[in-house]
Nanobody
Framework: QVQLVESGGGNVQPGGSLRLSCVAS????????MSWYRQAPEKERELVAE????????IYGDSEKGRFTISRDNAKNTVYLQMNNLKPEDPAVYYC??????????????WGQGTQVTVSS
């Protein structure tokens, strides 16, 4: 059974930091590109950051560049999102997303349940 379990969300003051984690199971984690998406109320889900299967390449949304860092530990089947200098526009439910396996003719996609991030003083 495929599972993506996010954790690390919560409330933080503006300018603060949070580290999100997503633990994967039920598929070959190291063969999948991993991403973080977020969705704020009444807004579309948007890409926050993406990392390739071996971690050699990353992509960030424009508003996250320089503040957020995505990383992965394939030995622990875990992807992380370090969020620094959180701003009032960052609150949302943050979702973990897996796409792969790399090189396959038939890609599979999986979503986690999400973790809530709020920013308030």
């Amino acid at each position: 059974q495929v599972q993506l379990v996010e954790s690390g969300g919560g409330n933080v003051q503006p300018g603060g930091s949070l580290r999100l984690s997503c633990v994967a199971s039920g598929f070959t984690f190291k063969a999948y590109a991993m991403s973080w998406y977020r969705q704020a109320p009444e807004k579309e889900r948007e890409l926050v950051a993406e990392i390739t299967s071996l971690g050699g390449s990353t992509i960030y949304g424009d508003s996250e560049k320089g503040r957020f860092t995505i990383s992965r530990d394939n030995a622990k089947n875990t992807v992380y999102l370090q969020m620094n200098n959180l701003k009032p526009e960052d609150p949302a439910v943050y979702y973990c997303y897996a796409l792969g396996p790399y090189g396959s003719s038939r890609y599979m996609a999986y979503w986690g349940q999400g973790t809530q991030v709020t920013v308030s003083s």
